[in-house]
Each structure stands twice: as structure tokens, then as C-alpha cells.
């Protein structure tokens, strides 16, 4: 592994200086800039940072080497096209029985990786070939935490009291390609969301200033939507992410219903795919996480013969989805981003999947 000293990236905030590192939501309401990442398990990494600065613009072009990336053929998933489309049977099942109105099913692809890789240098190919509004870098190996992402999700934003989340549900290449049930979808999340930030909010403030909001995005569009509200006195960073944590678009409606259901069916963690992922300055009181959707991380456990690049893609799971369906979906969502990360997206412009 190449000695990279730890940063992260979000926007044009650069931030450098490890201060420290603790698991503790409240040091989010200390003072500060904070990196922030929350597994979709739970786990959760606060980096403090000396120094913040402004650099306008994408991050920098890497330098040649700096980035190389899995073969196309080299990339495998944790559940295949028929493991997961029986998933999607089974949680429709499940839907059948009355247990879930809707569930978030994932897979995870991973691929081994030279030694030096370095996330930093993905995150400035992925602000080329795939550029996202919450695209950023946590640069922090002595941790276990690197993660490029390339997020179109947020999902807390905070400024002093006032907080806001932005599901996503429904995706298709075009326009035309968006079903009933993606907008159906669509609301059955916000109403989740709702429920989540008014376990935190002040009586009455909570409200859906857009809803299936029309979005572009590389290669596909999006439905979004927002959800708004004012904490309640008391409640800070601890309270917010207690009641929100993990992000319904990602989990399914009720929460805890397809939570369990995630669990049975997936057979990989998510780890930082489907978390949040972000920035906090406790000194201003506001910060801002992405959904840790389009997201790789690298994994490079001890036991393993290699390091490990991880990517992980995913469908929401209704009664009206077709199995065939929602695994071409997961391909959509991976295509382009699997390209860039091997070095494949010029040949790839047609927007083939290359998921296997």
C-alpha cells in the first residue's frame, strides 16, 4: 500500500491534517471539520482535520499510475442474475403477505487491486467520466476507510437547525422508461422519511417542498425528492442520525420490516455502499451526507491475498417490479461507474453493462 497521507474531499472543500478519529456522533457537535462515514452495518468513522481549504473544481487529474483499475472481466457479485432475481420473487412474497410495502435489494461487486491504489485518484476519474453533486474522497487507510463516491443522494443536510433529506427512487434511462410503480415508490419513501425526520423534529415543521422531482443525471434519471424540517431543542448530530440511520431509500417501507429482509436475502455487508457519507463543520453548524450510493471502497483485510475494490448496486423492490427487470436496473445503475474505475468508459459509451 502506498504511504498516502489521510484527506478527504467533498466539493471544493479539501481537507487535510488528521487531527483525530472516534465513533462518537456527538464530537459532531463539538467544533471542527469533520469527514464523516456510517456503514449501512453501523459502523461509524468521524475524522477531524487541521486544515480545510478551497479548491475549485474537480480534483485534480491523477497522475499516470496513480489509478489502476480491475479488468472489466475481473469484476464478480455477490448475487448472480438468478440469485437475485429469485430474491426479488421472494421479497414480492414477502410484500403478498403483507410484511413489507417495499425493499431495497443489493449485490456487491468486487474485484482485486494492485497494492498503491489510491481512492483519491478514483474520485478525479469519476469526476470526469461520471460527475454526481456529493462526489467526494475519505482517504483514511490506518482506519479501513477508503472510499470514493459519486453520490446524486443526499441524505442529511444541516444547517443550524434546519435539516433536509433528498430521496431517490425511481431510475431509468430516459424519462419514458419511468413506471407508476417508480413514482409510487417514490412516495412511499418520502412518507418514510417523514416519519424518520419527525422523530426528531419540532411538531409541525416537517414538510415535502418537492416531491418526484424530475432529475439528470450521467446516463440515467432519477425521481427526487425533498423532505425538510426543524430539529426539536436538544436534538443534534446523535438524535439526527439515530432517527434516520440507515436512509430509507436504501432499506424499504416499513424500515424495519425490510431491514430483516435485506438481511436474509443479501449474502455481502454493505459496508460504506448505502451508509452516509460526508462533511460535518461543527463550527458553523452545518454539514452535509450523501446516500453511499455509486460508491467504491477498498477493502484490504489482512487475510486476503490482495486488496479488494468493492462497488456495490441495488433496486427498491415493489409489487409491481419484474424480476428482469430490477436486475437490469442494478446493471444500469453500475454500468458507467464499473467502466471508468477499469479504465473502460470510452469503450463503453453505448452503456453496456459490464456487471457480471
Not at 414480492?92 to 410484511?99: D, K, L, T
Not at 477508503?146 to 443536510?157: D, G, H, K, M, N
Not at 450523501?290 to 487475510?303: C, E, K, L, S
Request: with cysteine; net charge negative; charged share 25%.
Amino acid at each position: 500500500m502506498l504511504d498516502l497521507p489521510p484527506l478527504a474531499r467533498f466539493g471544493d472543500r479539501l481537507a487535510t491534517g488528521l487531527l483525530d478519529v472516534t465513533s462518537d456522533p456527538a464530537a459532531l457537535d463539538s467544533e471542527g471539520f469533520w469527514a464523516v462515514c456510517a456503514d449501512f452495518e453501523g459502523r461509524l468513522t468521524c475524522a477531524r482535520f487541521a486544515d480545510v481549504r478551497k479548491e475549485p473544481g474537480p480534483a485534480p487529474a491523477p497522475a499516470p499510475g496513480a489509478w489502476r483499475g480491475p479488468a472489466v472481466g475481473d469484476w464478480t457479485s455477490s448475487l448472480d442474475r438468478a440469485a437475485y432475481t429469485t430474491a426479488v420473487r421472494r421479497i414480492r412474497a414477502h410484500i403478498a403477505a403483507g410484511e413489507v410495502y417495499q425493499a431495497n435489494l443489493c449485490r456487491v461487486l468486487t474485484a482485486p487491486i494492485g497494492p498503491g491504489a489510491d481512492v483519491d485518484a478514483l474520485t478525479a476519474l469519476l469526476a470526469r467520466g461520471n460527475p454526481a453533486p456529493y462526489a467526494g474522497t475519505i482517504r483514511l487507510p490506518e482506519h479501513g476507510v477508503e472510499i470514493a463516491t459519486a453520490s446524486p443522494e443526499l441524505f442529511l443536510r444541516r444547517d443550524g437547525r434546519t435539516v433536509e433529506s433528498g430521496p431517490i427512487k425511481g431510475t431509468g434511462r430516459t424519462e419514458a422508461d419511468l413506471l407508476e410503480k417508480d413514482y409510487a415508490e417514490n412516495v412511499m419513501i418520502v412518507d418514510l422519511v417523514r416519519n424518520d425526520l419527525g422523530r426528531v423534529c419540532a411538531t409541525g415543521t416537517v414538510s415535502v417542498p418537492d416531491l418526484c422531482v424530475l432529475e439528470k443525471h450521467p446516463g440515467l434519471v432519477h425521481l427526487v425528492s425533498t423532505v425538510s424540517g426543524e430539529l426539536r431543542a436538544g436534538a443534534g448530530w446523535p438524535e439526527l442520525l439515530d432517527a434516520a440511520f440507515p436512509p430509507g431509500s436504501v432499506t424499504g417501507a416499513p424500515k424495519a420490516s425490510a431491514l430483516r429482509i435485506i438481511e436474509a436475502l443479501e449474502t455481502a455487508p454493505r459496508g460504506p455502499y448505502c451508509g452516509g457519507i460526508g462533511w460535518v463543520d461543527a463550527d458553523r453548524g452545518t454539514g452535509e451526507l450523501a446516500v453511499g450510493i455509486r460508491t467504491f471502497w477498498i477493502d484490504r483485510a489482512a487475510d486476503a491475498p490482495a486488496a479488494r475494490l468493492r462497488f456495490g448496486t441495488g433496486a427498491g423492490i415493489t409489487w409491481g417490479s419484474d424480476p428482469e427487470g430490477e436486475w437490469r436496473e442494478t446493471e444500469l445503475k453500475a454500468s458507467r461507474l464499473l467502466a471508468v474505475a477499469s479504465g473502460a468508459y470510452e469503450a463503453n459509451v453505448s452503456g453496456e453493462a459490464l456487471a457480471t
